[in-house]
């Protein structure tokens, strides 16, 4: 004869005797503390992490008081974890000697992993050229890829019906314009590329270069160098012009680099970091320059005052 009784799941202990609280403990991220040398940088990881004075400050905080905010990692396949989020906390606790740092382990895919890695770094003050456009360009693609593919977190973005440079154009407070104007520059050689960081090329030409072959671009360094000169924007203009319509040539190049240019001698330029040592820290760019050109007036007013003596 069958039973009539239903089949009943029986609880586990631990089910049994765990409470609502830790249930719900459990599935909370949790801040770990993981050994620097399990810790891999993000592949492709486009921000430069260089031991600077600000790199050192950060040392000198972490030997104090330990890194205050965690890192974020995702577990790596080959071994270890990939940093996402914390290379500069990373680097500033090999230098204070630390053996490990607190981070928060996320499972999270190639494209959320990207999009959380570029986000936790536009919002630094200063970003070289060369970080905004490979940022630019890496965010845009997760987000395009995204947007191919909806997730219930996405759905929103997706909602919207607006164009993913359009999405990140709005986050990030570009036009979308600027947006594609950034990510022009990595198709640059490393070697013009880093004379755009270095302000030797301004963006402008910059962008116009982007379109030239890669040889030819390797070329127009020879020519750069033999006649002494950085292209204005006119220049890379015509040199875009050549090369579209199939004319462009080393000799071509010196003859543009030869041009005689307007003086740049009315011209001063002062960096960030050359003016911040006479600002407190917490004084940005913005405020040092509102400072100086109000000291500018008053200096102006006193030599007008000795004047009419």
Not at 20 to 37: F, N, T, Y
Not at 39 to 49: A, D, S, T
Not at 167 to 178: C, F, I, K
């Amino acid at each position: 004869m069958k039973s009539s009784a239903k089949k009943v799941e029986l609880a586990s202990v631990d089910d049994l005797f765990s409470t609502e609280e830790s249930r719900a403990d459990a599935g909370r991220e949790k801040v770990v503390e993981i050994p620097l040398s399990e810790l891999h940088p993000f592949k492709g990881h486009p921000f430069k992490v260089k031991d600077d004075d600000a790199m050192m400050e950060t040392a000198d905080s972490i030997r104090q008081y330990g890194v205050l905010l965690p890192a974020i990692a995702r577990p790596d396949p080959s071994g270890g974890y990939e940093l996402v989020a914390g290379h500069r906390r990373h680097r500033a606790s090999e230098l204070a000697e630390k053996e490990t740092m607190p981070v928060i382990v996320r499972d999270l895919d190639d494209d959320a992993a990207t999009i959380i890695m570029v986000d936790s770094n536009l919002q630094r003050e200063s970003l070289l050229p060369s970080e905004r456009a490979f940022a630019y360009k890496m965010k845009l693609d997760a987000m395009k890829r995204q947007a191919g593919r909806p997730s219930k977190e996405n759905l929103s973005q997706v909602g919207t019906q607006k164009r993913s440079d359009q999405l990140l154009a709005d986050q990030v407070g570009q036009s979308r314009n600027q947006i594609q104007r950034y990510i022009r520059l990595t198709e640059l050689i490393p070697e013009l590329l880093n004379m755009v960081d270095e302000k030797k090329i301004a963006l402008n030409p910059a962008y116009e270069l982007s379109f030239l072959k890669k040889e030819e671009q390797t070329q127009l360094l020879d020519a750069m160098d033999s006649e002494q000169a950085t292209p204005s924007l006119s220049q890379a203009q015509r040199l875009k012009k050549f090369s579209q319509e199939g004319h462009l040539s080393i000799d071509v190049m010196r003859a543009i680099m030869g041009e005689e240019k307007k003086s740049d001698l009315d011209k001063v330029t002062f960096t960030s970091d050359t003016l911040r040592k006479y600002f407190p820290k917490s004084y940005t760019p913005a405020r040092m320059q509102e400072t100086i050109i109000k000291l500018l007036e008053q200096w102006q007013k006193k030599r007008q005052r000795d004047q009419e003596r």
